[in-house]
């Protein structure tokens, strides 16, 4: 059974920097495509970042340049480096799964991140 659980968001201060983690079990990872999205209060879900089962990454506008995403197929975890806050990062963030071949996907709980004074 796959199972996705994303860690380390919380409230920070605009400028700063939070890490996120998404620790994945019972997936190989060369089979699975990886990515970040987020939804804010209001608004629709959103790509955020993706990387491949081969490692290739795409960044939406908005965080490119500031977030960095990355995957450690040893230990099975997908990690998001989000520099230079702002408050509009504000959302809850849930880590996806995609199958290279077939149409399957799965989805982490969230992690909610704030950004403000």
């Known amino acids: 059974q796959v199972q996705l659980v994303e860690s380390g968001g919380g409230l920070v201060q605009p400028g700063g920097s939070l890490r996120l983690s998404c620790a994945a079990s019972?997936?190989?990872?060369?089979?699975?495509?990886m990515g970040w999205y987020r939804q804010a209060p209001g608004k629709q879900l959103e790509m955020v970042a993706t990387i491949t089962s081969g490692g290739s990454t795409n960044y939406a506008d908005s965080v490119k340049g500031r977030f960095t995403i990355s995957r450690n197929n040893a230990n099975n975890t997908m990690y998001l480096q989000m520099n230079t806050l702002r408050p509009e990062d504000t959302a809850v963030y849930y880590c996806k799964a995609r199958h290279t071949t077939w149409t399957i996907e799965y989805w982490g709980q969230g992690t909610q991140v704030a950004v403000s004074s």
């Open positions: 019972g997936l190989i990872p060369s089979m699975w495509h």
